[in-house]
């Protein structure tokens, strides 16, 4: 115990409280692990939008799940240049890649999974916010638990909360996957069907901002470095 000059009991660093308590089983764990790889995937795919969305927007759709990307492949596919259900399928793959896992956050830790994605909080009215907002999506949930699936990128919040507050309302993980491949379907279907009704002049479009791909990375890439330096002076401090 570290005592402060008065005698009395020093308060440490305080830290954000986990999910599962003091102690997490292999299962807590797998769920950490696995939100802080679709973190660093989803930093990892910044720079790659403006250096392929002109030469290999297919590829980046595969990867990445871009909307850009699907918008440019369904402009492709209008010019013939691959089918317009190999455009559309391209694109579910990485867009619910880590779907899952928020569903299975939920169903684990349950309203402790949305604390966690909404985000620490600093104040006492903060910290009263975010218990609201949990409780607005528990209620969600348990009311419109698979339309809010299905509709999850069209709701006015994030997606991962959508899908931990259905883990957390008892879906079953089958269940989910349909839903979430249905909801899916519903988000890039029109993106691509707006590239395809768009067609060359979206071509013409995205090739101009290849031109500049190149700067666009690299100043991607700066920015990136620039905000982890001054994260690493700000925590020296």
Known sequence: MRLATDGTEAQGPLRAPTPWGRSGARADKAIALLIGLYIVYSLALWPLVPALIGSHPLLLEIFSGSTLAEVTVGAHSRLGELPMWLAVLAGLPSTMVFDWVFWWAGRRWGDRALHLLLGRASSPRGVARREARA???????????????????????????VYAASGLAGMRLRTFLALDVLGTLLWVGPAVALGYSIGKPAVDVVHRIDHYSTLLT?????????????RRVLTRR
């Open 135 to 161: 409780a607005r999506l528990e209620r969600m949930a348990e009311r419109f638990g698979p339309a809010a699936v299905v509709l999850a990128y069209y709701l006015p919040l994030p997606t991962v909360l």
């Open 218 to 230: 690299i100043g991607l890439v700066l920015v990136m470095i620039g905000i982890n330096a001054r």
